[in-house]
């Protein structure tokens, strides 16, 4: 399968890639600076530009068949980079005829089915007050692509680890999951759904 992958860069981006990669996928990802990505591998393209350039996203989801997404908010000045970013990937990919796209997203984005515990609650206000246009602007991208007509499933993920794989999961909804996941986790799950439909139109949380 070839894959398009945005946020290839970071630090789950970058475990993603690679177990994309390993998996025998071909991927075609964007960067800043193509340069400073060390992953260096026969079926692996990346081009340079910016979410934020339509040409540059239409250029790396033109002639694939699933579009992966792990971009996140780098600041929490009211910029919603990511939500405008969104845009771009979702009409590439209606141009291109590219149906599948699985993206992730902080747990403090809410899901109808969630079952928020205190703590839950807690966390969630601390993030709203803390960090609340970063997650405004998640929360724009999960709407809209809860609105678009892709096959389209949300991973919903707590704090982010750099633990090794721990090969079990958690998998529900904010008040199932715990607060921990390690990254390379995240990719694993992520990359099983481009073969299963069981969170089509979902959007789980997971967590180790």
Same mark, same amino acid.
């Given at each position: 399968?070839?894959?398009?992958?945005?946020?290839g860069t970071g630090k789950t981006g970058q475990h993603l890639v *690679? *177990?994309?990669?390993?998996?025998?996928h071909e991927v075609v990802m964007l960067a800043r600076t193509p340069s400073n990505f060390t992953i260096r591998h026969p079926k692996l393209t990346?081009? *340079?530009g910016?979410?934020?350039d339509a040409e540059h996203v239409e250029a790396v989801i033109q002639g694939t068949d699933a579009v992966m997404s792990v971009l996140g908010p780098r600041s929490n000045k009211p910029e919603f980079v990511i939500s405008q970013g969104i845009d771009?990937?979702?009409n590439a990919m209606k141009q291109?005829?590219?149906?599948?796209?699985i993206i992730s997203a902080g747990a403090g984005v809410r899901d109808p089915l969630d079952k928020p515990k205190f703590i839950d609650h807690l966390f969630g206000f601390l993030l709203n007050l803390l960090s609340k246009n970063a997650v405004e602007d998640m929360k724009q991208v999960v709407a809209k692509v809860r609105d678009s007509d892709r096959d389209w499933?949300?991973?919903r993920v707590p704090m982010l680890t750099d633990q090794p794989p721990q090969g079990t999961l958690k998998i529900g909804y904010v008040g199932d999951i715990t607060s921990r996941l390690s990254r390379a986790d995240m990719a694993a799950f992520m990359l099983k *759904?481009?073969?299963?439909?069981?969170?089509?139109?979902k959007a789980p949380a997971i967590s180790n």
């Open positions: 399968m070839k894959i398009a992958i945005f946020g *690679q *177990q994309a990669l390993d998996a025998g990346v081009l *340079q910016d979410i934020l771009h990937i979702l291109h005829n590219v149906r599948r796209i499933s949300v991973i *759904q481009l073969d299963d439909d069981t969170y089509l139109k």
